[in-house]
């Protein structure tokens, strides 16, 4: 065979064309998801700036449990009430107020098949 088949031509433009048809529709819903993302990042990043004020009051609270339990006499963290103390203590200290991790945008590969599709040679 000296040249691809006959009407082979015809088919290379047809798929060439549903390629590029369809990675135009690829682009434009990731796009779409991507602006989605965006906006669900802009509300995480809301919802974590109030979770540091979380955090921060957690935090002071945690600060004067500690300096309540400096201020007891020693020994006093041995006994029933210290004990119970340092539980509640733990309690705060240990309250998982991480912050949410944002989402990444969504990549997909490149869409160039059409392109190499139209870039074999036809002939020798």
Known sequence: MLTIPKGSE???TELKSKLDSHAAEIQDELAA??????????KIQRYNNILKNARD???????????YIEEQPEGWTDGDKGTAYNDWLEGW???????????E???V?????SETLGDLPLEP
Not at 33 to 38: E, Y
């Open 109 to 113: 590969d490149e869409q160039d098949h």
């Open 10 to 12: 015809a088919d290379i």
């Open 57 to 67: 009051l957690r935090d002071g609270i945690v600060a004067s449990m500690h300096d």
């Open 105 to 107: 945008e969504i990549e």
């Open 33 to 42: 998801v991507n602006t989605k993302i965006g906006d669900l990042n802009e």
């Open 93 to 103: 200290e240990d309250a998982d107020l991480e912050f949410i991790r944002q989402a």
